[in-house]
């Protein structure tokens, strides 16, 4: 069974991903359906900060915290992590 969410989203990431996903001859839903079930199936998060030249200080404070709940030593590149939603929502959400 399916069903339908609503998602706002800046229209430049949007296209931006959209873009990608083609190249990969994905849809736009086929990327965000396996990325949520990869989700709820692991019950964690994966982000990499390759590309991004600025990101926000709410960004950077979370990927900050991220490594070090990972134990990885910041390096200069692209960093990947995976972090249980628990320990991101119990440092960020309350």
Known sequence: MKTQINVKI???VKKKAQAQAKKLGLSLSAV???TLSQFAR???LEFSTKGIQDPDRNLALRMSYARKLQGIQSKKGAHRSTVPLKD???RYVS
Do not use: C, E, M, P
Request: avoid cysteine; proline fraction near 0%.
């Open 10 to 12: 800046d229209t430049d």
């Open 42 to 44: 692991d019950g964690q």
């Open 32 to 34: 965000i359906n396996a």
């Open 88 to 90: 991101i929502k119990r």
